[in-house]
């Protein structure tokens, strides 16, 4: 049996409602008026697709050894490197051995679900097992498009293995088109889109039935058979055609999560995907379409291992965990879409000295320290001699990894002095649970949520972006711990 093992998900902490975005750029194009209903997400300015992979990765391996994984597939379209394995970059912060398979898939938005057929296919072939697949996608819209106010930022990530499955991979059917529909150049940031009706009426509503009767016809099924029915169309008039065409019915349509989130894009029906299975039962036929320069259809069916899954922070749990974004222009600044002054200090070029992060890569990208073995006291960075003072042992470590451990805040500071694209820059000291500290810039939180004591875990960030060179430097940040209620 081969199918899903464990699956994840992660959503920013930021939502932007799309009235403020209405409020700001109607003036220019009154149809995004139209699309104002709820709120996107929107990755805070240290995020990336990279990060949110990861951290969608983070979240299926919760529980499951990551030294089984042999695989890590990452689907995006927009990966900070063109020439650089997106995907390798993700495999320290995993925490997965260097002894795995990586790959990229990019170039269209059915990649996430590509990117799951090969790995369903190497597990098939008896040669590689316990694959990650994540996704994540942070696209943007020109100010005032209908893009910009549609685009959310999220990610998924499923475990694809034979043991322990949780839902079954039963089968697939895809097609293939050069549409173009939605496209971007090798050195364009912004999304362009064909007009709205053509990609409604002869993509959405041509592609997502063909693909639907395709499989439907292959495995001699209806669409009633199936608990969840899963697509990625934020047009509204489109999904109800689709709809009408294809027999679905409310209760088996899954939500697009277009009012919590917006389109993101890859990861889109991933995210829906990971969403459905949080409440599916034994015996669910889920399927999952995507859609992008043609689609996949995949199909599951879920078993009674579904009980015994691992009660992650999943898709509901980062929609619960949220904060409004009130300011249009911060959104702007955090994309880098709107220049801003932050001051002398933010003048200063950043450097990334390859060598030096290529000999120091588990300890800077694995959060890696090290332990000593005859007192047990856990140290970052990495030492030979022992800092423990009744200690001193010299050449006594061994590896310890310090991303997985929660901490406490023993000093910190708010500085409105140091650059910053959400000042005040917030850093201090963390303590960690079962002993080590180090200094950690904070993330996703106000001033106002760190005190003395608030315990943190740790989050991959980007650190900077050496706009120079077009480097990416990462690190892990604090991220102060909230008691969250799911929703639903």
Same mark, same amino acid.
């Given at each position: ?39 996107? #997400? ?5 995020? &990336? ?22 695989? /890590? ?6 990966? @900070?490197?063109?020439?650089? !394995? ?56 020109? @100010? ?9 930022? #999220? ?60 499989? !439907? ?32 019915? @409310? ?15 890859? %990861?889109?029906? !991933? /995210? ?9 039962? @034994? ?9 992008? %320069?043609?689609? +996949?259809? !995949? ?33 702007? /600044? ?15 070029? +950043?450097?990334?000295?390859? %060598? ?36 001193? %042992? ?27 694209? &959400? ?20 993330? +996703? ?26 480097? /990416? ?16």
């Amino acid at each position: 049996m081969v199918g899903i093992c464990s699956f994840g998900g992660y959503v920013p902490r930021y939502r932007l409602n799309r009235g403020t975005i209405v409020q700001s750029m109607a003036w220019i194009n009154p149809i995004i008026m139209a699309h104002a209903q709820g709120e996107k #997400a929107v990755a805070n300015f240290d995020e &990336d697709a990279i990060t949110m992979a990861v951290a969608a990765g983070i979240d299926a391996l919760q529980g499951i050894d990551p030294a089984s994984v042999e695989g /890590v597939y990452l689907a995006s379209t927009t990966m @900070p490197y063109k020439e650089r !394995l997106n995907a390798a970059i993700a495999v320290a912060p995993l925490n997965v051995p260097d002894q795995v398979r990586a790959a990229d898939f990019s170039g269209g938005l059915k990649a996430g679900t590509t990117a799951i057929l090969a790995a369903i296919e190497g597990v098939e072939s008896k040669n590689i097992n316990n694959i990650l697949v994540a996704s994540a996608d942070c696209r943007l819209g020109r @100010p005032g498009s209908t893009q910009e106010i549609i685009f959310g930022d #999220a990610g998924a990530a499923f475990l694809i293995g034979d043991t322990d499955v949780i839902a079954e991979f039963k089968g697939s059917y895809s097609v293939t088109y050069d549409f173009a529909d939605h496209m971007r150049g090798s050195d364009t940031r912004f999304d362009r889109q064909w007009e709205e009706r053509w990609i409604r009426d002869l993509g959405y509503a041509d592609f997502i039935p063909e693909v639907i009767n395709g499989l !439907l016809d292959k495995y001699q099924m209806k669409i009633s058979d199936f608990s969840k029915v899963i697509y990625p169309c934020n047009n509204r008039g489109g999904r109800k055609k689709i709809n009408g065409k294809l027999g679905i019915s @409310p209760e088996i349509e899954q939500s697009n999560l277009q009012t919590e989130i917006g389109d993101s894009g890859t %990861s889109l029906p !991933l /995210v829906m995907l990971a969403n459905a299975l949080e409440d599916a039962n @034994p015996g669910d036929r889920i399927l999952v379409v995507s859609y992008g %320069s043609g689609c +996949d259809a !995949l199909f599951f069916e879920v078993t009674e291992q579904i009980k015994n899954r691992k009660n992650n922070r999943g898709i509901s749990g980062s929609l619960a965990n949220k904060a409004a974004l009130d300011n249009y222009t911060k959104y702007l /600044v955090w994309r880098n879409i709107l220049p801003v002054e932050t001051g002398m200090r933010g003048e200063v070029s +950043d450097f990334t000295a390859l %060598s030096t992060l290529w000999r120091r890569q588990k300890e800077i990208n694995g959060m890696w320290g090290s332990r000593c073995k005859k007192c047990n006291t856990p140290q970052y960075p990495p030492q030979r001699i022992c800092a423990n003072p009744e200690c001193g %042992s010299v050449d006594q470590m061994e590896p310890y990894a310090f991303a997985d451990k929660t901490g406490h805040v023993i000093t910190y500071t708010g500085d409105m002095l140091a650059s910053s694209f &959400d000042p005040p820059s917030i850093y201090g000291r963390i303590d960690f649970q079962d002993g080590g500290r180090c200094n950690f810039d904070f993330t +996703d939180c106000d001033l106002e949520d760190v005190k003395t004591g608030t315990p943190v875990t740790l989050s991959f960030r980007k650190k900077y972006h050496d706009r120079t060179r077009d480097i /990416v430097g990462y690190f892990w940040k604090a991220v102060p711990v909230k008691e969250v209620k799911k929703n639903g």
